[in-house]
């Protein structure tokens, strides 16, 4: 099964969101809190093991999209927080169950 990768992703600043075209034709929407809630980064995690929320302070943005190889994309945020690689699988499983636990 090969993964569905993107074609486009968009920082769309009026919605808050991270827009993602899709190669199979779908596109999904992930607002900026949600992605900065989930960040796959080892401190954040430990802290959704560990019972704890990661705070996402009001008005959060990201500022940019740097590609990480062909499978990933690392997002920084208003906050400064910047240690977060999304695999373009997790977006998908986000934007599928976004309360999915990690």
């Not at 900065?36 to 995690?45: D, L, N, T």
Request: charged residues 25%; glycine residues 6%; aromatic residues 6%.
């Amino acid at each position: 099964m090969q993964l569905d990768q993107p074609r486009l992703l968009r920082l769309n600043a009026a919605e808050s969101t991270l827009e993602i075209d899709w190669a199979s034709g779908s596109t999904d929407a992930l607002t900026y809190a949600v992605l900065r809630a989930r960040c796959m980064c080892s401190q954040c995690r430990r802290m959704r093991q560990g019972g704890q929320q990661v705070e996402v302070v009001d008005g959060i943005t990201v500022v940019e999209a740097r590609p990480r190889g062909s499978n990933a994309v690392q997002l920084v945020f208003s906050d400064g927080h910047d240690r977060g690689i999304f695999p373009f699988a997790y977006l998908r499983e986000l934007a599928v169950k976004p309360a999915v636990n990690s």
